[in-house]
């Protein structure tokens, strides 16, 4: 018979060699870049930043998220140069339902609370959905990604802003300003496997091959310029949805859920990490239909250096450079997971946080990454995007 309890004490004493040097919110910075304080952006100020922030569908109620407040400084401080992307997953668990349901109010003021932040900022904002806001994947995706869409741009009062229109997977593109393009994807219409817009009149592609093709199209249309592509999903990332674990997970699998859960689970934790890594999930990079979307979007890519990426969908802050193309996930304004040390990782943060990118007048563009907390907002991170 299985003697748990040796199991159980075998565990403890790993755990004892892990948890000394374990910092879960400690950053993970890449050898090279260290020292990136002593690197100094150009002194004038910036022509443009962009500022990302993704996965905040479950800020605390009433004004008094700490994420919340601290972007909301920020973006107060802003002139008219800038502009706001949140990056899907703005409601946890399912979405925003039909107005028949007892709590679409509940969910209502999941969305107020994200859009106060912006209020009085004088940017330009833009919303992208992830795969919660399309009910987490499930049947009803499509009404409650609509639904979230009219929402918004009913309550904001800043017109369309809520990318692509209609629920179509884009892309849309958006001129910044003369010479930056921001080009919004939804990511989830790749991946649903229930109803969605399929109608090539209202969309302008009814296929994922047509997608890529027009997607190429606005690269070749904008060649030259700064351009930002923005979605949900990574294509590339060193957290749980890439297949991604610490040792740590397969002692503490709940930590995924809350890291406040420190509770040892070390034969179901190593269940879990495999079934995670077993690519059966669709929302993970290693699945077999997301591997598709990835190879797609990433030869287009990779055709035109200095690209840069960004998303959600991990709970991190990462910066991930390949193929000289930029990758950054910004996707902790309510929740945070781990990150791994790969060698193609410049950064990376399991903390609360979001991600600011500056435009300079002489074509360089920095990544500023701000951990969040009771105090406001603090760089933990900057480095210049090649």
């Known amino acids: 018979m299985f003697n748990y309890r040796i199991l159980l004490l075998f565990s403890s004493a790993i755990l004892g060699l892990i948890l000394p040097s374990c910092n879960l919110s400690k950053p993970i910075i890449h050898?090279?870049?260290?020292?990136?304080?002593?690197?100094?952006?150009?002194?004038?100020?910036?022509?443009?930043?962009?500022?990302?922030?993704?996965?905040?569908?479950?800020?605390?109620?009433?004004?008094?998220?700490p994420y919340i407040k601290a972007l909301k400084t920020e973006l107060n401080a802003c002139d008219s140069n800038a502009a706001l992307v949140y990056l899907g997953d703005n409601i946890y668990p399912a979405g925003l339902p039909g107005y028949a349901d007892s709590k679409r109010k509940t969910y209502e003021q999941v969305l107020n609370e994200q859009m106060d932040a912006y209020a009085q900022f004088k940017g330009k904002v833009f919303w992208v959905a992830g795969n919660h806001d399309w009910d987490d994947g499930h049947e009803e995706g499509l009404d409650k990604r609509l639904n979230q869409e009219r929402y918004i741009e009913q309550q904001s009062g800043r017109g369309n802003i809520y990318y692509?229109?209609?629920?179509?997977?884009?892309?849309?593109?958006?001129?910044?300003?003369?010479n930056t393009v921001l080009v919004l994807l939804d990511t989830?219409?790749?991946?649903?496997?229930?109803?969605?817009?399929?109608?090539?009149?209202?969309?302008?592609?009814s296929t994922e091959e047509e997608l890529t093709q027009s997607l190429r199209a606005e690269f070749d249309k904008h060649k030259g310029k700064t351009i930002f592509?923005?979605?949900?999903?990574?294509?590339?990332?060193?957290?749980?949805?890439?297949?991604?674990?610490?040792?740590?997970?397969?002692?503490?699998?709940l930590l995924e859920f809350n890291r406040k859960l420190w509770v040892p689970l070390p034969i179901l934790g190593g269940i879990y990490v495999i079934a995670r890594k077993s690519a059966r999930y669709i929302q993970d990079t290693p699945n077999k239909h997301y591997r598709r979307m990835v190879n797609a979007f990433e030869g287009v890519f990779e055709e035109y250096p200095g690209t840069v990426?960004?998303?959600?969908?991990?709970?991190?802050?990462q910066l991930i450079r390949k193929k000289n193309v930029n990758y950054i996930t910004s996707g902790?304004?309510?929740?945070?997971?781990?990150?791994?040390?790969?060698?193609?990782?410049?950064?990376?943060?399991?903390g609360n946080g979001y991600v600011k990118v500056n435009l300079y007048a002489n074509g360089e563009k920095w990544a500023e990454f701000y951990q969040t907390s009771e105090i406001g907002s603090t760089l933990v991170f900057r480095k210049k995007l090649d």
């Open 31 to 65: 050898k090279e870049f260290e020292n990136w304080e002593s690197q100094k952006a150009p002194s004038e100020k910036p022509v443009y930043s962009v500022y990302l922030s993704g996965d905040g569908g479950e800020p605390l109620p009433d004004g008094t998220d």
């Open 188 to 205: 989830q219409w790749w991946l649903h496997q229930f109803d969605k817009p399929k109608d090539k009149a209202l969309c302008g592609v």
């Open 309 to 317: 990426y960004v998303n959600g969908h991990d709970h991190s802050l």
């Open 164 to 178: 692509p229109d209609s629920a179509c997977p884009g892309p849309a593109t958006v001129m910044l300003d003369d």
């Open 332 to 350: 902790s304004a309510s929740q945070a997971s781990h990150v791994v040390r790969k060698p193609y990782l410049d950064f990376g943060l399991a």
């Open 229 to 253: 592509v923005a979605a949900h999903h990574p294509m590339e990332t060193c957290g749980p949805h890439g297949g991604k674990y610490p040792l740590l997970s397969h002692f503490f699998p």
